[in-house]
């Protein structure tokens, strides 16, 4: 079973350097986020509704996902990991970010209203007043938060699924994938149907945050980074997502900061153009590790 899981993740990465996303006509996370739409409205009990949301719709999206990977696998080897890759590349993020993260960082040296513009597709902030640091700032700890719950979450989950079998390596990383998207749609504090998403997506994202800290400082060669981002790393509200954006804001020796939310003043200013790209370049050199690292466990076991 370890060959046709790391050819899985063989299949995910080389989906993902050819092409970056599904089309979004048949895109898997697009359909879930359409599933999950009619529950963000107000509810007369919606702590209740929320628990439930948020325990059945990832549980459903993964016994689905393992179904199909199991009726594959019933077929041939091959079959499986093709289903298995491709759903595991339906529920990972990498070129994307970097592409939205990069176009961000260009325009805010020359088109600070498109870079306003392009930044709303990485970001979920007011950007009408940003100044071109701000904006590049955003950009990056965007491109570091991402990597943890676009693509090393589900990688991992994936990893540790293939210690079991590949219908359950795939479905866990849809698992964890409908988790992250529950959280992204309804975890706010203005939508009480949206609290158990958000405690659940907090207890799922608490290693994978810290682990991509981790390849972010090894992707940097630079592993003291961690060490410096520490003191900083409970300074957003979210209790992971300050790991990998402190940890790349060190590694930069740059101040990253979002107005009225939280500083990260590990450097003096915010990143020039060029930091920001080699930011980006940081961010992209952690993903390959975490499937190089993804490949490596399922080879294992």
Same mark, same amino acid.
């Given at each position: 079973m370890?060959?046709?899981?790391?050819?899985?993740?063989?299949?995910?990465?080389?989906?993902?350097?050819a092409l970056a996303e599904p089309p979004a006509r048949v895109h898997p996370v697009a359909w879930l986020g359409?599933?999950?739409?009619?529950?963000?409205?107000?509810?007369?009990?919606?702590?209740a509704v929320g628990v439930l949301v948020a325990l059945?719709?990832?549980?459903?999206?993964?016994?689905l996902v393992a179904a199909l990977v199991a009726l594959a696998e019933s077929a041939s080897a091959l079959a499986?990991? +093709?289903? $298995?890759?491709?759903? #595991?590349?339906?529920?990972?993020s990498l070129?994307?970010?970097?592409?939205?993260?990069?176009?961000?960082?260009a325009a805010s040296e020359s088109d600070l209203a498109a870079a306003r513009e392009r930044l709303q597709s990485l970001a979920g902030r007011d950007a009408g007043q940003l100044s071109a640091g701000e904006l590049r700032s955003a950009a990056v700890e965007s491109a570091a938060e991402n990597l943890a719950d676009g693509l090393v979450a589900p990688l991992l989950a994936f990893a540790v699924g293939a210690l079991v079998s590949l219908p359950v390596a795939a479905g866990a990383a849809a698992w964890v994938k409908a988790a992250n998207t529950l959280d992204s749609m309804l975890g706010y504090?203005?939508?009480?149907? +949206?609290? $158990?998403?958000?405690? #659940?997506?907090?207890a799922v994202m608490w290693l994978p945050a810290r682990l991509s800290a981790a390849l972010v400082a090894v992707a940097a060669l630079d592993v003291g980074a961690l060490a410096r981002a520490r003191e900083h790393a409970a300074a957003p509200p979210s209790p992971n997502s300050g790991?990998?954006?402190?940890?790349?804001?060190?590694?930069?020796?740059?101040?990253?900061?979002?107005?009225?939310?939280?500083?990260?003043?590990?450097g003096d200013v915010f990143p020039s153009a060029a930091e920001s790209e080699r930011g980006v370049r940081v961010v992209g050199a952690a993903g390959a590790l975490s499937y190089a690292l993804a490949a490596g466990v399922v080879a294992w076991s």
């Open positions: 370890s060959l046709t899981a790391v050819g899985a993740v063989a299949l995910a990465f080389a989906l993902e350097v359409r599933a999950i739409a009619p529950f963000d409205r107000e509810w007369t009990h919606p702590q059945g719709i990832p549980l459903a999206t993964g016994i499986a990991a +093709g289903v $298995a890759g491709l759903a #595991l590349f339906s529920a990972t070129r994307m970010l970097l592409g939205e993260a990069r176009a961000v960082v504090r203005s939508k009480p149907v +949206g609290t $158990a998403s958000a405690r #659940l997506d907090d790991w990998p954006m402190a940890t790349l804001a060190a590694v930069l020796d740059v101040r990253l900061s979002k107005p009225g939310g939280y500083d990260l003043p590990l």
